[in-house]
């Protein structure tokens, strides 16, 4: 079973919206260069997400973690959805990809693979 890893939230100015998003909704920024940062609740409690600049995807996207990517885009291409792009990797163990849902959305998967 999948369960919500986190969200992406783009933005425009990432600055305007660190400050919108801790001013607002209290959230703790921690950049990861100059186009991308995390956002976290300072008590730990709730998801996490980071805010990102505008790119391909214009809207807010859910992350899922699933045992296998693979696994998962064929369900859901068996499902009417469709695999964005080629899973690409996020370090040694981790990868994601895109996919659009049977209802046009975009999410996103996310897995480890076991180590060699």
């Known amino acids: ?5 986190h969200f992406e939230i783009p933005v425009d100015d990432i600055r305007r919206a660190q400050t919108f998003y ?6 703790d920024y921690t950049p990861w260069g100059d186009d991308m940062g995390t956002i ?3 008590d730990g409690e709730g998801s996490n997400g980071d805010l ?3 790119g391909v995807l214009p809207h807010p996207t859910v992350v899922f973690t699933v045992d296998r990517i693979e696994d998962t885009i064929d369900l859901a ?3 009417g959805g469709e695999q964005m792009g080629e899973i690409q990797p ?3 163990r981790s990868r994601w990809v895109y996919l659009r849902d049977s209802e046009g959305n975009v999410i996103g998967l996310y897995d480890e693979v076991a180590p060699d």
């Open 1 to 5: 079973m999948a369960k919500m890893e």
């Open 22 to 27: 801790k001013d607002v909704l209290g959230f």
């Open 40 to 42: 976290t609740h300072p």
């Open 52 to 54: 990102h600049v505008r």
């Open 77 to 79: 291409v068996a499902a």
């Open 90 to 92: 996020l370090d040694e």
